[in-house]
């Protein structure tokens, strides 16, 4: 049966080359291009580039399409929409859309309390906004966030994420009062019992068993050395890292922190901006944690396309801001509103949470079975179809290996597959394709990856594995 993936031209083709062309010359290099094609048209899984190239998309606009893109019933929302209004602005005359949608978000997000939601433009405007909330809520200044946490590019949200390169890297100075602990990354933890190298747990980087405990000395030993924990507004986490490599937070961890951030008054902020909306294959991570968060944030997926954000909490925390001190011009668009809303209907009516789960673990059992094979991947991990693997050149020194992980994506890409890597060391492959994909597109797509993946090997020297039957 033929597949989705069909390449009429060399990748990237004339087309693609022109518009990059013409980009350079307009757009600052600082915007970066993570691959070279310029597309046309997008549907459900598939691109199709300006020379007729269709690739299957494990990106997803960044996490953004998790109903696939064009999805019907946004389409038909925005149309319908556009026929009656495009902007008025919330805060001059009030319409439905908005309204509806934030009563939604009240009634999904975790926890049967009371809740209010506001809606902004962007993820980093919505975690932003959290904490100026959180601030004003507890009247104190200090946030709390994690190394390998991401989340975005404005001064605040830039002072909140851990990667230096490219996100910080001369944007300085950054917003004060933030302080940063370690991510419980079981797989690099420092205190972590190393699997003896000859073990099958080495090769597989199965999980060491002490290792979140190790880290929640730190949060103590910070409370305790660096902050004082009445001073501090809020804990903004990401329950799995997105950026920062995929990496899901230990159940033990996250309840430990969220029962002392309780004891001390402090607020707990979800950053649900790339786990959220079935990702994980559950509407919000949190739910894995059996957590409820005070204010939780939601971007990407939440409107399938078009820019739209949240910050949704509890009732007493969001209504402690005076008139006029939450908002802007283009937060909850009515465009944007309207997709999110078939959105969410799509998220229930194609049980958009269980096919998350399920495409997971056809994505996470192909990938062990790699790791069988190649001793380069280090680790499988992921909560839900937010799977990643992480390549290293050696797997009892853990070394990140960001070049396998160019060569791999740069392989798939050519195989009409787009790809793309994630980590603080650039190393680690994550899969952010569309959650409505079918199996035999997903399929095509991992069977282009392996192809990728041994292509890379066997450009290593001294890291070749063994071709798997
Ligand atoms: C967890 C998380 N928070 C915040 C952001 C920032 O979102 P935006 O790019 O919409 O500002 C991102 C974007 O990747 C993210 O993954």
């Not at 329950?239 to 002392?260: C, H, K, Q, T, W």
């Amino acid at each position: 049966m033929p597949g989705v993936i069909h390449l009429r031209t060399e990748i990237p083709g004339p087309g693609s080359r022109a518009l990059t062309a013409r980009r350079a010359g307009a757009v600052p290099r600082g915007v970066p291009a993570v691959t070279p094609i310029a597309v046309v048209h997008a549907e459900g899984a598939v691109l199709t580039d300006a020379d007729g190239n269709r690739f299957i998309d494990f990106a997803g606009g960044i996490g953004v399409v998790n109903t696939g893109h064009r999805h019907a019933g946004v389409v038909g929302a925005v149309r319908e929409q556009l026929d009656r209004y495009a902007h008025l602005c919330f805060p001059v005359s009030t319409y439905e859309p908005y309204v509806e949608l934030a009563e939604r978000l009240n009634r999904l997000t975790p926890g049967d309390h009371e809740k209010r939601t506001f809606l902004v433009n962007s993820g980093a405007e919505a975690v932003e906004n959290a904490v100026k909330v959180a601030r004003f809520f507890t009247g104190r200044q200090a946030v709390v966030c994690f190394e390998h946490g991401f989340h975005g590019r404005t001064n605040l949200a830039m002072a909140l994420t851990s990667k230096v390169m490219p996100y910080k890297k001369g944007f300085g100075p950054f917003a004060p009062e933030v302080y940063r602990i370690p991510y419980p990354y079981c797989y690099r933890c420092e205190k972590a019992e190393r699997p003896a190298p000859s073990s099958s747990k080495a090769r597989t980087g199965a999980r060491p068993d002490r290792c979140c405990m190790a880290e929640i000395e730190y949060f103590e030993r910070l409370f305790a050395a660096t902050v004082d924990p009445e001073s501090v507004a809020a804990i903004v986490m990401e329950l799995e890292l997105g950026e920062g490599g995929f990496v899901p937070a230990p159940v033990e961890y996250v309840r430990a922190l969220a029962d002392f951030a309780r004891k001390h008054g402090i607020l707990f902020v979800a950053d649900e901006i790339q786990t959220g909306f079935g990702r994980t294959g559950a509407m919000f991570a949190c739910e894995h944690y059996g957590l409820i968060p005070d204010i939780i944030t939601t971007a990407k997926s939440l409107a399938g396309g078009l820019p739209l954000a949240a910050v949704t909490g509890r009732a007493d925390v969001m209504e402690a801001a005076h008139p006029g001190g939450l908002g802007g011009t283009y937060g909850g668009n009515p465009l944007a509103c309207v997709a999110a809303l078939a959105v969410l209907d799509a998220m229930d009516r194609e049980r958009i949470p269980e096919r998350a789960r399920r495409a997971g673990e056809r994505i996470a059992a192909r990938f062990r079975s790699w790791a069988e094979c190649y001793p380069c991947i280090g680790d499988v991990r992921g909560l839900g179809a937010m799977v990643g693997m992480e390549l290293v050149s050696d797997p009892v020194s853990r070394t990140p290996d960001k070049a396998l992980t160019a060569r791999l994506i740069a392989g798939a890409l050519q195989r009409g597959l787009i790809l793309l890597s994630s980590g603080t060391y650039g190393n680690v492959v994550r899969v952010l394709a569309p959650l409505t994909i079918e199996d035999e597109v997903l399929d095509e797509g991992l069977a282009a990856m392996e192809e990728a993946l041994k292509e890379a090997v066997a450009g290593t020297s001294g890291s070749s594995g063994r071709t798997p039957s």
